[in-house]
């Protein structure tokens, strides 16, 4: 319920914003919706590789199928996950486009894959081993660390520097009260413009 009253509070305050001025676009309204399998297949893989790293995915697995004593809030990070699962559903066009909505997954993973390697540590002193499970928690949290970067690093590709610098240049000649027709769905230029306005091209619409 924790989970999911986070974005029900941002759709609902997007829903009353988009009432009350025109032209009544709720922006990220079309982040809503079903998708097919494969779609929600390639939001997985993401998941699996961006949002978490292989090593990070394998270890929320192995705490996930681990057995839970009886205390209060032994599950709530498998709560969390449902909720979050049932969320990525529910948005799937928007999970498919924008990798922020698997954010949430990565307490999750922490917590689950953090339980994971106390239970090999715990294996591996009852083995007589301790070393040894400290040396493969210890290579598996450098793997996770270099997995980041290789999987990360691209995301920090500037894909909107000229519609930025546009908005800016926009900003610096226009009069403060000027009412803009923007040509650009995206709305990095509107937003850098400081200026009121239209988008002309919307989803579905055709010049």
Known sequence: ALTL???????????????????YHMFGEGGLGLVNGETYLGIAMDGFTTALTPVLALAMLAGLLLPSRGRFGAHLFHWWLAGLALFVCLAGRGSSRHQWYLLPLVPVAAALGGRACDAALGLAARLGRPRLGTALVGLCLVATAGMAVAYVTPMYDSRASSLREAGRELRRISPVNALVVFTEWDPTTSYYSDRKGWHLERPGFRR
Do not use: G, I, Q, S
């Open 5 to 23: 009253a986070v974005p029900l509070a941002w759709y609902l305050h997007a829903y009353r914003v988009a009432r009350a001025h025109p032209p």
